[in-house]
């Protein structure tokens, strides 16, 4: 099982920078993908960015240029870089890996979630 801890969630203004944190803990083969998706009030749980254990990356079209997904030193822990926020980056932010278990099954495994607030 595994365990994915995220932080740096907050209450910003338009135009400011936040950066979120996710380290992956617990008995796992490899862990693949690690990402982010957002759900805001009223809507669907939607991917901002992922990015593989060899660096390609997917990005939302809306966060585009705004956004930097990165892996750290440690292979089982990323972080998302969101400047220029706007108000309708508003939502909850979950953290996602996909890992390959002992059994070289593949397991999706999620964040509790961090809440991420716009607003002047």
């Known amino acids: 099982q595994v365990q994915l801890v995220e932080s740096g969630g907050g209450l910003v203004q338009p135009g400011e920078s936040l950066r979120l944190s996710c380290a992956a803990s617990g008995s796992i083969f490899k862990i693949n993908t690690m990402g982010w998706y957002r759900q805001a009030p009223g809507g669907e749980r939607e991917l901002v960015a992922t990015i593989t254990d060899d660096g390609s990356t997917d990005v939302a079209g809306s966060v585009n240029g705004r956004f930097t997904i990165s892996r750290g030193n440690s292979e089982n822990t990323v972080r998302l870089q969101m400047n220029g926020l706007k108000p309708e980056d508003t939502a909850v932010y979950y953290c996602?890996?996909?890992?390959?278990?002992?059994?070289?099954?593949?397991?999706?495994?999620w964040g509790q979630g961090t809440q991420v607030t716009v607003s002047s």
């Open positions: 996602y890996a996909e890992g390959t278990g002992w059994n070289l099954g593949l397991y999706d495994f």
